[in-house]
């Protein structure tokens, strides 16, 4: 580091004058690059660039280099003939790098776009005899960006273009308007909170006139060489214009104070602060930068900063922001004994809603939704910087709100795993319903999305931790049924009660995309909606707003594109996402230019001000609303989704609220612990600077936190994401992994075609040996949980348990003296003959008549493994007591070396399967026991068409007709439609569900053959009440997409007052210019039921519409 010290000549010439200056600090800034000649920096983010006459260089606040552009790539643009960097600026944003060449009467100006590596020719002219630089050689051309307008200094005039934020992708430039100017323009640059345009000539500083018409006088002065604008430089107070003098014989730099910018007229020459001089006469450029410094240009590039600065700099003051967030989240926290954590409702372990501004009563309303964000911010910073209060923090919120603290607040959840969001300062779900008959506990696909993904990784993070690796075992099982709510075409019920998915269809255009993704893993039937219509990038919109940087929607709030980044991996780096989430920076960039911010601006969801009256632009005053880049209203920048952006790697916001931070816009918000006040970034209005916040959430905060955690140890965060579905399985690390949360079974395949079956395993699964490939299979009906550790940590009576031996024989009645070994799938139990083990598995619950099939393997085990036999064996009793079994419903595989698979079916008054393992010869190890779920098959007429249009509607067109593509008899429903038809065609079936029970859950499965391509065939369902009133229309809940062949199923839940479903297949042509024929064969139609739950659990007041909570229960 070198000190500026100042010359005693001029110490004495200035103190005539009664000038003082400043000592600096000057540490070297990096180029890789010989002769610099010029200097940028963005004026609200951390963009930095030096230029020389061959090459930019573009780096970030550590001197990382970002970007650079050599002589080749410049060429293209402006030809081999030599020529001289003569101008360099950035928008505010540093979205666009502006750079001019100058060639004797050929002078060129390029773009840069930082976000996609394009470079652009803006324009080509003379711009005139360059001003005098330092010791007399050609100076520079002064460049500045405000407000859709570029701003380029020549020998006369102020060029003025419009240059808005699709201008250069449309390459629709027109001429830029001229502004005389009383001399060569060596620098331009913007005060962005009075928005007023300052240049400078060698003998002067001037302003852009109020009309922008003319250049107006402000001070005058000699060997000026170019001025910048350092808002936020050195000590506070002293930020202002900074002019760079070079009288060839030593370097100056003046400031003009911001408090003196605003005067209309012009300013005393006196008016001029000296901050350095001394400085060599090969000064030639000066930068102010968004970090409170001043990037000078003279032998080297050197950054310059005051040592009297109280305010802490950039990387402590990353630290003490990340340090506000841990308070803030802690703050909210119910636990009392863990400092820095509160007290308000007593019920430890639940979560306050937000942080307050002092003054404002402290938040007493617990919100489960956001739970999970509350965990990935805890387990980030200790990932980054260890606390020890952090692993029983996580630990205390995952057992409340799972359910299972001691208290019994907390977790409430519906039937099928979806935790209600709402609390009041009691502990307790919100009671009551809405007009519309909705729980206003409003149990939400919101909290599990986000909670379990963090419980996953709690367990992963700390996996000494017993009881964390439970809790995600539980929550894992908690989730069921997910295709009753994912559905086809990105639709998605966010609500859901005891019943299923209100009556409410929703869209998969927000975060919910992260409960499409668990779902999909979880529910087979759910997976091939979601692969289809959610998964890739691709099978979203595209909005142009930013044209050749398109994203989903320029109107989404920062926290809806952080979030699924944060929990999937593939959001994050996946095809198409990488650059959707670039883009999003990019268009957030756009628009902190098109807004002319004086900060970085991002933008997401929050309160607004009450507005002043009246309020002609129609505001939204005092409400919340979902800001976004493309629609921010009163102009609110969102400092948390500012930092947010470190997640994805970009440093460059961060500076932007690093300058909000030494400009003062810290918001003092109480600690609920009783601790000191936080000061954290928060909201700031440009338009209503006046207005400080409230309130700030969890939901509108936490991802501020993780882009700290990002910025000051990078490589953090990746170890927070995870995968849940996953379009193929991988083999890494020796382990295989494809989609969980459901167990998949796995057969290893060698080089030889021996194949080696490893029944059912969870991903990630330990693979005992290589294998050339494997096939993964998902499980053909609803998986039953055999280990059932919900009923098990709920106090209620386990269906069954220990089916994979893990803890010998434990749950198990054994005769003779079987053994526990390792299995080639885990464990496994061996049987000599005459030896058995078996166990009653209750399943009560479902209807008579529901199908089962019970897989596991069997091997030939000892020495000689020629004669190994043993037998898979169920029988059916009313009881679970082996001595009353059912008569004549017995189902028996004898065999080894095999999955042996049986299927049985539900008797009337047979409430538990039994599952006997006998040794029938030899020795035989049974492992890997497995019970899937088929429903039971109800009566459905003419499903397979052999009685024509019987019990069905058509529509015109749609026929029944003998063909090969039948798959059951000789007809099938044929529905067609010609080249560009786009009107339905449609077929429909009226299901009679009035007299099944609540509760009831039906999974509808046909056979379809598809021919040609281009069509839409979508299934619709409609309920109607028993008056014959239309309940609801649910649109997409399945399809068939061209090249299906085979089975397809679709589920769908009784809510009250169904009484007849419609069930319609519709096809119609994709686009006009489809061509050819598209045919779709529908068969074999049949209807399955499940029952979820008994009605006579329901109690009249459940905060999910039917179920009891744990509370409830206990006072039962």
């Known amino acids: 580091m070198q000190y500026l010290r100042l010359l005693s000549f001029s110490l004495l010439s200035l103190a005539s004058v009664g000038l003082q200056a400043s000592p600096l600090d000057s540490t070297p800034w990096a180029f890789d690059g ?119 200094g020549s020998e006369t005039a102020l060029l003025r273009y419009r240059l808005d934020r699709n201008s250069l992708y449309q390459g629709q430039l027109g001429e830029p308007e001229r ?55 050195g000590m506070p107070e002293q930020g202002g214009l900074f002019v760079l003098q070079n009288n060839g014989k030593q370097g100056r730099i003046w400031s003009l104070p911001q408090q003196s910018l605003a005067e209309p007229e012009a300013l005393a020459d006196d008016s001029l602060v000296l901050l350095a001089e001394g400085l060599s006469a090969q000064a030639r450029d000066l930068t102010a930068t968004a970090d409170g410094a001043l990037l000078l240009l003279a032998d080297s590039v050197q950054r310059l900063t005051d040592p009297r600065d109280p305010r802490l700099g950039y990387h402590d003051w990353l630290e003490d922001e990340l340090a506000s967030y841990l308070a803030a989240i802690k703050s909210l926290i119910e636990h009392g004994d863990i400092d820095g954590t509160s007290n308000l409702i007593g019920k430890p372990g639940m979560l306050m809603r937000a942080i307050v501004a002092p003054g404002v009563e402290p938040s007493d309303t617990p919100i489960a939704d956001n739970v999970g964000w509350a965990l990935f911010l805890l387990m980030a910073i200790d990932q980054a910087r260890p606390d020890p209060d952090i692993e029983p923090l996580v630990e205390l919120l995952i057992q409340t709100h799972a359910g299972l603290n001691p208290h019994g607040h907390g977790g409430v959840r519906t039937v099928d795993g979806h935790f209600v969001r709402v609390y009041g300062n009691d502990g307790l779900p919100r009671a009551g319903v809405n007009a519309k008959g909705e729980v206003l506990s409003q149990p939400q696909v919101y909290v599990s999305m986000k909670f379990l993904p963090a419980a996953f990784k709690a367990a992963e993070l700390y996996p000494d931790n017993p009881r964390l690796q439970q809790y995600k075992e539980y929550l894992r099982q908690l989730v069921v049924r997910s295709s009753d709510t994912v559905k086809a075409e990105q639709r998605i019920t966010w609500t859901n009660d005891d019943h299923g998915p209100l009556e409410i269809n929703n869209r998969m255009s927000n975060e919910t995309w992260i409960f499409g993704d668990i779902g999909a893993a979880q529910d087979p039937y759910a997976t091939e909606d979601y692969a289809n219509y959610s998964y890739q990038r691709s099978s979203f919109r595209t909005d142009r707003w930013l044209q050749g940087e398109p994203v989903i929607l320029a109107s989404h709030a920062a926290f809806i594109v952080n979030g699924a980044t944060l929990i999937l991996n593939h959001h994050f780096d996946g095809e198409g996402w990488l650059a959707q989430n670039r883009n999003y920076y990019g268009v957030t960039m756009a628009a902190t230019d098109e807004m002319g911010a004086p900060y970085f601006a991002a933008f997401s969801a929050g309160n607004h001000p009450h507005c002043p009256k009246p309020n002609p632009q129609g505001l939204p005053c005092g409400g919340y609303y979902n800001d976004g880049p493309s629609d921010h209203p009163n102009n609110l920048i969102h400092f948390p989704a500012v930092l947010g952006f470190g997640q994805h790697g970009f440093t460059s916001p961060s500076v932007g609220a690093y300058m909000a931070y030494r400009d003062g816009r810290r918001q003092r918000m109480h600690n609920a612990s009783g601790g000191d006040d936080i000061q954290m970034l928060t909201r700031w209005s440009h338009t209503l600077p006046n207005y400080r916040m409230r309130a700030v959430g969890i939901a ?417």
């Open 700 to 1116: 509108d905060f936490w991802y501020g936190g993780i882009g700290l955690v990002e910025t000051l140890k990078p490589g953090t965060i990746a170890k927070l994401r995870g995968d849940f579905y996953r379009p193929q399985y991988k083999v890494e690390g020796g382990q295989l992994l494809y989609s969980n949360m459901t167990p998949r079974r796995v057969i290893g395949i060698d080089a030889d075609g021996l194949r080696t079956d490893y029944g059912f395993q969870m991903s990630p699964f330990d693979l005992p040996r290589q294998h050339a490939e494997f096939e993964v299979i998902d499980p053909q009906g609803d998986w039953v949980e055999l280990e059932d550790l919900v009923a098990q940590l709920d106090g209620q009576p386990m269906r069954f348990t220990n089916p994979h031996f893990e803890r010998g024989l434990t749950g198990w009645e054994a005769k003779g003296t079987p053994r526990v070994v390792d299995g080639v799938s885990g464990k496994g139990v061996v049987l000599s003959a005459g030896q058995s083990v078996s166990q009653a598995l209750d399943l009560s619950l479902d209807f008579d008549k529901t199908r089962f099939l019970v897989q596991l393997l069997g091997f030939e085990q000892g020495k000689d493994k020629t004669a190994g036999q043993g037998q898979l064996r169920l029988r059916w009793s009313s009881d679970g007591n082996p001595a009353n079994l059912l008569p004549g419903q017995e189902s028996q595989a004898l065999g080894s070396e095999q999955a042996m698979l049986l299927a049985t079916e539900k008797p009337e008054g047979g409430n538990f399967l039994h599952i006997e393992l006998l040794g029938e010869q030899g020795q035989v190890r049974f492992e890997n026991l497995v019970v899937l779920r088929r429903g039971a098959q109800a009566a459905l007429a003419n499903g397979d068409f052999a009685q024509g249009e019987r019990h069905w509607q058509l529509g015109k067109g749609a026929e029944v007709v003998t063909t090969q593509q039948a798959s059951v008899g000789e007809r099938a429903l044929r529905l067609q439609r010609g080249p560009g038809m786009l009107a339905w065609q449609q077929a429909s079936r009226t299901l009679e569900v009035g007299d099944d029970p609540l509760g009831t859950r039906y999974l509808l499965r046909f056979d379809a053959e598809t021919l040609g391509e281009g069509f839409k065939l979508e299934l619709m369902m409609e309920a109607y009440d028993k008056a014959g009133n239309r309940l609801v229309e649910r649109r997409d809940i399945g399809d068939i997409r061209p090249g299906h062949s085979g089975e397809r199923t679709v589920t769908f839940r009784k809510r009250p007052d169904y009484h007849q479903l419609v069930v319609t297949w519709r096809l119609k042509r994709r686009h006009a210019n489809n061509e050819g024929e598209a045919v779709v064969y529908i068969d074999n139609l049949r209807l399955d039921k499940e029952r979820v739950w008994l009605e006579s659990d329901c109690v009249e007041d459940s905060p999910t519409a039917c179920l009891p909570t744990r509370l409830q229960r206990q006072a039962q």
């Open 34 to 152: 010989a002769n610099p000649s010029l200097t940028a920096a963005a004026s609200v983010a951390g963009h930095y660039a030096v230029a020389s006459d061959d090459s930019i260089e573009v780096r970030d606040i550590n001197q990382q280099p970002l970007y650079r552009l050599g002589k080749a790539r410049l060429a293209q643009l402006l030809g081999d003939q030599p020529h001289q960097a003569c101008g360099l600026g950035f928008t505010p944003s540093g979205r666009y790098l502006f750079a001019a060449f100058c060639r004797e009467g050929d002078d060129s100006l390029l773009a840069f776009n930082t976000n996609t590596g394009k470079i652009s020719l803006v324009d080509r002219r003379d711009l005139g005899q360059r001003p005098a630089g330092q010791g007399g050689a050609p100076g520079q051309w002064g460049i500045a960006y405000f407000q859709g307008q570029l701003y380029l």
């Open 179 to 233: 502004i005389t100017a009383p001399g060569p323009i060596n620098g331009i640059a913007m005060e962005m909170l009075g928005q007023q345009l300052f240049a400078s000539t060698p003998d002067g500083l001037w302003r852009l006139g109020p009309k922008g018409g003319r250049l107006l006088p402000v001070v005058s002065g000699q060997h000026f060489i170019t001025l910048t604008m350092g808002r936020v430089f």
